[in-house]
T-cell receptor, first 116, second 111 residues
Framework: GAGVSQSPRYKVAKRGQDVALRCDPISGHVSLFWYQQALGQGPEFLTYFQNEAQLDKSGLPSDRFFAERPEGSVSTLKIQRTQQEDSAVYLCASRPRSGQGHTEAFFGQGTRLTVV | AQSVSQHNHHVILSEAASLELGCNYS??????LFWYVQYPGQHLQLLLKYFSGDPLVKGIKGFEAEFIKSKFSFNLRKPSVQWSDTAEYFCAVGGNNRLAFGKGNQVVVIP
């Protein structure tokens, strides 16, 4: 399909384990975003890429969270030493261009992370 | 920083009833406003958006929203809901290369 693809869809991790979540944005989209959605809440911004440059990582909750997009397409969100409070759905979104523009972001189905 | 407030988190109504979901935002810059919908088991999808111009915006599936600048509001409406409108609805404000979402409204339409 032509949409944003995320994998895995579901991930169960033992507390203290490292995890890596993958996002394949829509081909050619310049902007890529990661959001965290806790149960019963709206998505919360984590980080933003313009091509391979991480322009904003102010939403990352701790230094255990790390994101990269080395070639300006696929992105990986890594969480080290997972904690129970990291349990959430992690959403990836992409947008055709940088800046505000008059375009919306397209979201993937998310990865549901459960830390036990 | 931008923020969004949505009220009445859970809404239950019968088919053919009218729906209105409130959204209030705070943001000091030029606002870009969105309503997203998430059907059960599916990803977030755009219902409608406002950037400028006519403050009454029409979206997909018969939804519309009205931007009232003086009230910092962007309420969503549908005159007659269907069972297929059962979903979670999120209001969002865009700025500084990020979206700020409200907590969402879980809407259940009873056939």
């Amino acid at each position: 399909g032509a949409g944003v693809s995320q994998s895995p869809r579901y991930k169960v991790a033992k507390r203290g384990q490292d995890v890596a979540l993958r996002c394949d944005p829509i081909s050619g989209h310049v902007s890529l975003f990661w959001y965290q959605q806790a149960l019963g809440q709206g998505p919360e911004f984590l980080t933003y890429f313009q091509n391979e440059a991480q322009l904003d990582k102010s939403g990352l909750p701790s230094d255990r969270f790390f994101a990269e997009r080395p070639e300006g397409s696929v992105s990986t969100l890594k969480i080290q030493r997972t904690q129970q409070e990291d349990s959430a759905v992690y959403l990836c979104a992409s947008r055709p261009r940088s800046g505000q523009g008059h375009t919306e972001a397209f979201f993937g189905q998310g990865t549901r992370l459960t830390v036990v | 920083a931008q923020s969004v407030s949505q009220h009445n988190h859970h809404v239950i109504l019968s088919e053919a009833a009218s729906l209105e979901l409130g959204c209030n935002y705070s943001y000091g810059g030029t606002v870009n406003l969105f309503w997203y919908v998430q059907y059960p088991g599916q990803h977030l999808q755009l219902l409608l958006k406002y950037f400028s111009g006519d403050p009454l915006v029409k979206g997909i599936k018969g939804f519309e929203a009205e931007f009232i600048k003086s009230k910092f509001s962007f309420n969503l409406r549908k005159p007659s809901v269907q069972w297929s409108d059962t979903a979670e609805y999120f209001c969002a404000v865009g700025g500084n290369n990020r979206l700020a979402f409200g907590k969402g409204n879980q809407v259940v339409v009873i056939p």
